[in-house]
């Protein structure tokens, strides 16, 4: 059973950051294409960056340059560093994963088969 835990949301000020985790398990992590998503309310789930098995990245216009995407295969673990935030950004964030490796990093939502609870990030004006 595979199982997508993330941590480490909050509540934060405009211009402040945060860092949240990701913990798999029940899937061959180090194969997995991973991905974070967030869904802010009113609007659709939207892609935020994914990463690759081979560390590959991309990330979304609006979160480029400012959160940075990471894995560590030997603790099963993503990460997101979010910095300069925005309350724009205000969202709950989820972790995802793909069943199968990928040569390219998929931004939609059915590119990916499995989802964590997700955390909520708030960031004040």
């Known amino acids: 059973q595979v199982q997508l835990v993330e941590s480490g949301g909050g ?10 985790s990701c913990i798999a398990s029940g899937l061959t992590f180090s194969r997995s294409a991973m991905g974070w ?16 098995w081979s560390g590959g990245t991309q990330y979304s216009d609006s979160v480029k340059g400012r959160f940075t995407i990471s894995r560590d295969n030997a603790k099963n673990t993503l990460y997101l560093q979010m910095n300069s935030l925005k309350p724009e950004d205000t969202a709950v964030y989820y ?7 990928r040569a390219v990093v998929v931004t939609t939502t059915v590119g990916y088969d499995y989802w964590g609870q997700g955390t909520q990030v708030t960031v004040s004006s």
């Open 37 to 52: 998503f967030r869904h802010a309310p009113g609007k659709e789930r939207e892609f935020v960056g994914g990463i690759l």
């Open 11 to 20: 509540l934060v000020h405009t211009g402040g950051s945060l860092s949240l």
């Open 95 to 101: 972790c995802a994963a793909a069943r199968i490796m």
